[in-house]
Structures are given as C-alpha cells and as structure tokens.
C-alpha cells in the first residue's frame, strides 16, 4: 500500500511539473536575435520581449570558450576600423609621476614589513613558481574603468589580471601593471609575492624577484595597490636594471592600465557559430625612463558614464560626456565598456538617441481628467504599462473560468501530495520505532553514523594559457588545485 502511494504521488508530481514546464517555456518564449551581416547590427524583432540580464556569470561564459575549448574560440584583437581606440587619452585616468626626490614617493609606499604578520599574506604557490597567476577575492568593491570588480589575478610576472574571463593570454589586455615583465619567484628563496587588504586598500608587492635568466642583474622590489575609492599607485623600491633594456622576446614588458570588451562575431564555420574576440578600447602607458628605485606614479579615475544610475543624471551631468541612457537595460554608457554586447544585443545605440521624456511621457490635463474620472484609483505611468508583458493585450474580456478552474486544481493535487508524504512519512518513523529488530530499520540504524557523501578532488586538466591558474583551498599552502605549467 505504501509503495502504491509513493507511486502515485511520483507520477502526479511528474505530470504537474510536465504541466507547469510547458506553461513555463511558453510564456518564455521569444524572438531570437537577428542581424543584416553587421555584428554590430545586433538588435531584437519585438521591444517589449526584451529582458534585462543584470547578473551573468562570467565563470560559465569561461567553460564555454574562455579557455580554449569548445563552444567558441576567443581572440585577441585591436579595434576594427571603424571604431577608435582611445590610448593615454586621460578620459578614465589622470596620472602623476613622482621621483625619489619628491615627498610624495614616500607616502605612497605601503611598508608591508611593518603591518602585523596576520595582515600580510605571503602566497606560497607564487612564491614558489614562474608564469603562474592566482585569483585573490577582494574585500571591497573596486572599481576599474567605472567597472566594479571583487576578484582579481595576480601573476608571478609582475602584474594582475582585472578580466572576468580568464584566456590564452593574460598579457594582452584589461591588465593593471607596475612592471610586466619575465620575473621568476621561484629562483631564490628570499623572491615572494605577497599581498594585504585591509578593506579599504590592496596591495601586492613582487618581493625581490628576478629576470628569468637574467638573476645576476639583481632584484626588484615594486607593489601595486588598489584603494577603495578606485585609485591605483605604482610603487618602485629597488629596480637595478632601466626598463627600456629589459628584454621583451620570452615575455611582454608592459607598464600601466588597459581594458577591454568581448564581441561574439559570426563565424563562417559551422562548428564554431559563436566567435568571441576581445577588443582592447583603452589603454594607459607612462614613460618607463621614469621608473627608477623609490619612484612612483599615481592614477585617480576619472567620472564614467555607468556610474549614472538615472536618465536625467545620464544626460544633464556635467562630469560626463557621451553618455546615452538605455531604458531598457536601465544603463548609462557612451556604448564603449564592457557590457558593449548586451548594449548592442538590446539594441541600445537607438534608444539612447532618445530623450527622458520618451521614457516618462507628460500627458495632456484633459488626458488625466479623463483618466481620472473613470478611475478612483492611482493610474500607472506610461513607463510602467510599457514594461508590462505582451499578454495584457489578450485580457480583453472577463477572466476564463476554464483558466481558474484548472489552477484550482493544480493547487488542490499538490496540497493533496504534500499531506500524503507527510502522512506516510510519520507512519514510516512509527514502524521503525515500534519494530527495531526488522531488517530494513536495523540496517538504517547500524549505518546511520557513517558518512555516505565521498570526497571530491579536482584537477586542472586543461592547459590553455600562458599562465596556468592556481587557487587556494583552506590553508595557504595546502589542498590548492594541480595546475600544470604553460609556457
């Protein structure tokens, strides 16, 4: 009898869900994306089907193609023609330099030595290895190119990683670099890569590192930090060799800030339809014949169009200059960040020619006298009944009595099995009490205490970078996922 209800109950569940799943996908049912040949052409064949994506996870777009694999490759490229690239512009940052002579120099440079031991953590796998990069979760929001990001990578070669997507070549692009270069932590002992954040300033310092096979041209000391408040210094204690002559062939030599966007372009073939190429939009790069010991250079962000979270503030401030408001996505952008694909995916480069006002409509008084006549209650804005999905204009007559009368019953089943379960669950717990010495109850008891649930190990099996990513487990230096080593 038991097993007839648990049967029973089973299928019914199966039968609602089916139910429930087919009503689902219905009702989410849309128009695909469509283009004319230009990948920029993006744009959906019905406004009111379009829906904000606000959280994408970007770990997920990583196994799909970030890595190599499949799904889609991933390419490294400049703007296409028709698109400019804004190199050293002073638009994001403003920059200052600071010799050893300034005052300045010293106030920026963060002593770790003098922190407390709890507050500075030496990261043993980067210490210890050469071209391995290590994701670092950040107590604080930071914001990077009006982005805000919570983690970073911070790699052996002397700079960190700010892209969601980690790829083939970490040193292309969306970098925050004091002095990217072929460093090797691993060839002496007193080489260390640690880091502090206190909840409102970052830093990591590459601790006495030397030149891949160039170690006798002696040690560099430099850090990076990364304050709260977006700003980014580069601090230099100890450079023996100028920048100018540090050789760029084994690894790019690189100073300061870059960022970049992800395109999907179509592809021409069949097995690879989603193409991702990442376009570099903007990149900082100082004078390197400035970077001597105990020098410093200073970036403060400047105001960028995401940080308007309104369409008045979006248009009208005075901070900004080519922003456009997208309603839809309810963003502020000059279509030039990283979210350019959704910018273009929800067609917003039209809809930021508009103005408020085609948002929130002024009606007429004789409108509103209208309106409120028929009407004691408050009445919607036009920008609310504009967000209303497409089905409204189907409720043109009295509710289905058919509609009703099959949710009833959908709401009577599942009340109906839930009371069952229940019922057979509180008899089941009654007969293994009342007869402890049957078999299926001694079994459950006697293994009962045992843990069921294995242990589970994972390792990096892929190899698709020139720096192969390493994460930490509980401790520092133990129970890390094997990583094998690219070159």
């Keep these: 009898m038991g097993l007839c209800a648990v049967l029973l109950i089973c299928l019914s569940q199966a039968e609602l869900g089916r139910v429930w799943a087919q009503e689902h996908e219905d009702a989410l049912r849309g128009t695909p994306l469509r283009t004319d040949g230009d990948p920029s052409g993006f744009h959906r064949t019905r406004r009111d089907q379009q829906t904000p994506h606000k959280h994408r996870d970007a770990r997920n777009a990583q196994a799909e193609g970030g890595g190599g694999g499949g799904g889609g490759g991933v390419d490294i490229s400049t703007l296409p023609d028709n698109m400019t690239r804004v190199v050293d512009s002073q638009r994001y940052y403003r920059w200052q330099s600071f010799g050893p002579t300034d005052r300045r120099t010293q106030d920026l440079w963060v002593d770790l030595n ?44 002397g700079f960190i990683f700010m892209g969601e997507i ?6 292309a692009t969306q970098y925050v670099a004091p002095l990217m270069a072929n460093f090797d932590p691993s060839f002496s002992k007193n080489s260390t890569v640690r880091y502090s954040d206190n909840g409102n300033l ?13 170690e006798a041209e002696g040690p560099f000391t430099f850090q990076a930090a990364l304050h709260k408040n977006g700003t980014i210094v580069f601090n230099y204690r100890d450079v023996p060799v100028p920048v100018v002559k ?15 966007f992800m395109a999907f372009l179509l592809s021409s073939q069949p097995s690879d339809p989603k193409h991702r190429t990442i376009y570099e939009y903007h990149r900082v790069e100082i004078d390197t014949t400035k970077i001597v010991s105990r020098s410093a250079f200073e970036f403060t962000p400047l105001p960028t169009c995401l940080q308007h979270t309104s369409c008045e503030l979006c248009l009208t401030s005075n901070l900004t200059t080519g922003c456009g408001w997208c309603n839809t996505l309810q963003r502020c952008s000059d279509g030039i960040d990283r979210h350019r694909q959704e910018w273009l995916d929800y067609n917003c480069p039209e809809e930021a020619k508009g103005t408020c006002e085609d948002y929130n409509p002024v009606l007429p008084e004789g409108s509103m006298g209208s309106f409120n006549n028929s009407s004691p ?17 189907l409720q043109t007559g009295p509710p289905s009595h058919k509609g009703i009368t099959e949710n009833t019953a959908i709401i009577a089943g599942v009340v109906a099995a839930l009371v069952l379960l229940v019922i057979l669950t509180l008899l089941a717990v009654y007969y293994i009490n009342t007869h402890p010495t049957v078999a299926p109850p001694f079994y459950l008891m006697q293994r009962r205490t045992n843990n069921y649930w294995p242990s589970m190990k994972f390792r990096n099996q892929g190899c698709h970078s020139s720096y192969a990513e390493v994460e930490l487990g509980g401790h520092e230096k133990e129970g890390f996922i094997e990583a094998e080593q690219c070159y």
């Design 114 to 157: 003098a922190l407390h031991k709890s507050q500075v953590q030496i990261h043993g796998i980067l210490s210890n290895t050469h071209r391995q990069a290590a994701r670092v979760a950040l107590s604080f929001d930071f914001p990077f190119y009006g982005h805000y990001l919570r983690q970073i990578i911070v790699a052996t070669g």
């Design 166 to 171: 980690t790829h083939r070549m970490l040193t």
């Design 202 to 214: 970052f830093v990591v310092q590459w601790d006495k590192v030397r030149l891949k096979d160039r």
């Design 246 to 260: 540090i050789n760029s062939t084994e690894h790019p030599v690189k100073v300061g800030l870059s960022d970049a």
């Design 377 to 393: 209650g408050p009445t919607p804005s036009a920008a609310v009944l504009e967000d209303q999905p497409v089905t409204r204009d």
